[in-house]
């Protein structure tokens, strides 16, 4: 199965600094700060909503084609990509910009001062499918996450032209874009991926009622948090897949992208929805166990182990054959 994910590839640096802001922000003085803090540590980890999804992929033995833009910078991250498994060929390089960064400096008190530079992103606009379409041989779906807003967009009224199956997932875009390019995103779309709280923001933006959304889209994928995951079609019952059993905390970020990555590995190997939920849930729990994005493996006997403790035998064999 080709699937081409469009989306942010960025890279995420992250500093802590050994004491509270608060001590150096001056009450009455906060029109004029001028200030600046030593950290004591800084890590550099791979990110990018487009990248995680396709890194999970990779875990999992696909070959997604990734689609996206980036600086000159990029070369150490692509390779780090192309050895998990991820197409980059149809990843556009920008002339004068960086890959977009996140930058991030968390206090004791966890408190954060962040900043995020958009760099070569705001080029992705200017990205064709068909070509990428063409190089491949064909397309069998696109999933369309967190980018630049108008490269959503682009890709969106393009699938729809060319009769691409796409996946919308508008995540942190939701707060950029309006109602207007909300309903043009979704609708028409093969899947719909949003979180609880994504979900009821997309209602009020678009106007759309639950069942108004489920008439639009083909599948809707809500991730619940601790609950799991939900699964909607139009005219049936909502199916809840719960999550696999964690055995520790230790970071939440890109968990998000981890069940995507699961759910598209499963659905390209013929899975079942259910069955495709429930490996999108072993990639959260790798993920949220992890200290990054792009930091965890996947052991297939450990992955069995794992879905048999949570799920079951029965339910288990059928995710076996997604696992690569």
Known sequence: MNTVLTGSIATDHLMTFPGRFRDSLLEGSLDKVSVSFLVEDLVVRRGGVAANIAYGMGQLGCHPVLVGAVGQDFDDYRSWLERHGVDTKSVHVSETAHTSRFLCTTDTELNQIASFYAGAMSEARNIELAPVASRIGGVDLVVISPNDPGAMIRH????RAEGFAFMADPSQQLAWLDGKDLRRLVEGAAYLATNEYERDLLGSKTGWTDEQVLDKV????????????EIQRAG???VLVPVVAETAKVDPTGVGDAFRAGVLAGIGAGLSLPAAARLGNLLAVYVLESAGTQEYEIERQDAIRRLTESYGPAAAAEVVPALG
């Open 236 to 238: 049936e019952d909502p």
């Open 156 to 159: 969106s009224d393009e699938c």
């Open 218 to 229: 083909g599948v809707r994928f809500t991730t619940v948090g601790a609950r799991g995951v």
